[in-house]
């Protein structure tokens, strides 16, 4: 939890709304392995991390409900019995999607004020967008009493971004930034919604999120591209989705379809192979196994899946020639955001310096570093 995050936005509520508010902290998340096989009902290990969206948040007698995008200082009114997504909403549709499923659960929603914050940087992988749809519903559960369990809000924050945003994600992004455990990644089972918790003992190593500071364009459409595909070639092979398949499952109609859909399919089943490893050599210790699976879902996610970029694989190329990294990998959708890296503790200024100079001189620009720890999921904050 940031501290200085919520007092600003505390702060602010009571500027704008002259009245105490109920403050929620909800966190970011990274993903360690596991990438694009949430929709699959596949497996991931994701953590969530002490950066997030910090939100105030009240009840109001008014007649409309507002609320105020703190970093952007934007103010939004809007009617709860006339809720509709907007056209090029943004943030606002986030938090209209909420709203708009609570209420299709015959649930009853009183108007609100609130302000928000964040200090993830929006497009980086680390699910900002999670962690609003969290925070919001976590906010309004509390205030007006409305009886839903974690579960039940995560899947309303998962449908928000379905139906509000457009974005057909999984359950990823919301359960880890709900459910996150401190010091600890979530083995999660993305079919049965159901996780095991990992405790992580980096021991001489940390964790050093490097952002290209790149967003394409191109990365919903191409989700969504991703996500048709799979289907596709699940239903050709007569299995639920692409975790019930096998390499010879997918051999078997390799005739009927592209190889480039081939090799996105063969990711997805390769990839939770990674995953159910990745656990196995937490357990046993071995964080050199670990940082080899991450350089191996990278290659798959850029070489067969095709959701990486240039600048994504600049910098998990530098990572692989430093013996002071052990694994890096693209994190998130793709063609942006960030790589997540298990560098020794006592090179990482080193390598931080050596990476910003190199991506500096290849693009022109910046990228950023960040450190993150493995925190605790949305929660109350004082």
Not at 18 to 43: A, C, M, W
């Amino acid at each position: 939890m940031n501290k200085k995050l919520t007092k600003k936005v505390k702060k602010s509520f009571k500027e704008h709304f002259k009245t105490k508010s109920l403050q929620v902290f909800s966190p970011g998340r990274i993903n360690f392995i596991g990438e694009h096989t949430d929709y699959n009902d596949g497996f991931v290990f994701p953590a969530a991390i002490n950066k997030g969206i910090a939100l105030a948040i009240q009840k109001t007698d008014a007649s409309s409900s507002k609320v105020f995008a703190l970093n952007r200082e934007e103010m939004y009114a809007f009617i709860i019995s006339e809720i509709q997504p907007l056209d090029k909403g943004g943030w606002r549709n986030y938090i209209l999607g909420v709203v708009s499923e609570i209420k299709k659960l015959g649930i009853k929603v009183g108007n609100f004020n609130a302000v928000f914050a964040g200090n993830i940087p929006a497009g980086a992988g680390l699910s900002s967008s999670a962690a609003l749809e969290n925070a919001f519903v976590y906010g309004l559960n509390e205030l007006f009493s409305l009886g839903l369990s974690k579960q039940d809000m995560i899947l309303i924050s998962q449908k928000a971004e379905h139906n509000y945003v457009g974005v057909q994600c999984g359950i990823m992004d919301q359960y880890a930034s709900m459910f996150g455990v401190k010091k600890s990644a979530l083995l999660l089972d993305c079919r049965m919604v159901e996780a095991k918790i990992y405790t992580i003992d980096f021991k001489k190593y940390r964790l050093l999120l490097l952002n290209s500071n790149v967003q394409h364009e191109l990365s919903e459409s191409a989700y969504n591209d991703r996500r048709t595909v799979c289907e596709t070639i699940s239903k050709k092979m007569n299995v639920i989705a692409l975790r019930d398949a096998t390499k010879e499952n997918l051999e078997g109609i390799r005739k009927e379809v592209s190889a480039e859909d081939f090799q996105k399919a063969l990711y997805v089943i390769e990839e939770n192979q990674r995953v159910q490893s990745f656990a196995k050599a937490i357990k046993k210790n071995k964080l050199k196994k670990m940082g080899k699976l991450m350089y191996a879902s990278h290659a798959g996610l850029s070489e067969q899946y095709k959701v990486s970029c240039q600048e994504l694989d600049f910098l998990v190329d530098r990572a692989k020639e430093n013996q002071n990294v052990l694994g890096a990998r693209m994190m998130g959708g793709g063609f942006g955001g960030c790589t997540i890296n298990l560098v020794l503790k006592s090179a990482a200024e080193d390598f931080e310096k050596e990476v910003s100079s190199a991506f500096l001189n290849e693009f022109g620009k910046s990228c950023s570093v960040y450190q993150v720890k493995l925190s605790k999921g949305t929660q109350i904050s004082k």
